[in-house]
């Protein structure tokens, strides 16, 4: 029986910098309905939150009549548009390889879409590397609670207390804690002190977010808690 720590990656703005694409589709699904000025600073309050749970709330904010899955299959049609452009943050590719050489078990937990996250791992090749994925569709709830996590730990057959997660955003690092699982927490947006909520409980926090993170200490602080 494998029992090195397994893996568990968030997807956008962890992996890849997806968050800019995102924030496009969800421009152009608004629009559609008739909400313009939709800003990158409204759509920063919503990083590390599903993609279901986020139009739910901007349906209520903005009135929207059209049912939330409605709005979902039009993001996410947007967003399929534009995720071919997407790209993997080099120094996570690192940590990705060195961790699949010394045979961790590794999946994805995202709060968005099978058809989006399997498009954005085929466009920057991490597909052949993280073949294992839960999407928001197969959970029941979103982050902070720990579904995502907890499913993709079954989907390992690993114990969650042999888990470690990797994370952009609060939300997610919440959901880390509720699931039981160490994390690792690097910011996709640094708050005006990362390094308390809503990081307080990561046990290793890269406070300068993707410039700052280094694979190979990752990858010891990730060993030494096995």
Same mark, same amino acid.
């Given at each position: 029986?494998?029992? %090195? $720590? ?14 800019? @694409? /995102? =924030? ?5 699904? @608004?629009?559609? /309905?008739?909400?313009? *000025? ?23 904010? =903005?009135?929207?009549?059209? $049912? ?21 943050? $080099? ?11 010394? *045979?961790?078990? #590794?999946?994805?937990?995202? *709060? ?18 993280? $073949?294992? /994925? ?15 996590? #907890?499913?993709?730990?079954?989907? #390992? ?23 039981? %699982? ?5 910011? /996709?947006?640094? *708050? ?12 290793? @926090? ?12 990752? =990858? ?7």
């Amino acid at each position: 029986m494998n029992t %090195m $720590p397994a893996v568990i990656f968030d997807l956008d703005g962890t992996l890849v910098d997806s968050e800019p @694409l /995102y =924030y496009e589709a969800g421009r152009r699904t @608004l629009q559609r /309905y008739g909400i313009t *000025g939709f800003s990158w600073e409204e759509h920063s309050q919503f990083i590390g939150i599903g993609t279901r749970e986020t139009l739910e709330t901007l349906r209520g904010r =903005y009135r929207i009549e059209a $049912p939330v899955e409605e709005l979902l299959a039009v993001k996410n049609r947007h967003y399929l548009e534009l995720a071919a452009t997407t790209e993997v943050f $080099p120094a996570m590719r690192d940590f990705v390889e060195l961790l699949r050489a010394a *045979g961790h078990p #590794l999946a994805v937990a995202s *709060g968005s879409s099978r058809s989006a996250i399997e498009t954005a791992l085929k466009a920057t090749g991490l597909d052949a590397l993280l $073949p294992l /994925y839960v999407s928001a569709e197969d959970v029941g709830r979103g982050k902070p609670e720990p579904d995502v996590f #907890l499913a993709a730990a079954r989907l #390992l057959s690993v114990d969650p207390g042999r888990c470690v997660v990797v994370e952009d955003a609060g939300p997610g690092v919440e959901a880390a804690r509720r699931a039981g %699982m160490r994390c690792i927490a690097v910011p /996709y947006v640094a *708050g005006p002190s990362p390094d308390g909520e809503p990081f307080a409980s990561a046990g290793l @926090l890269f406070r300068g977010g993707q410039p700052e993170f280094d694979a190979r200490r990752a =990858y010891e602080w990730t060993t030494a808690g096995s």
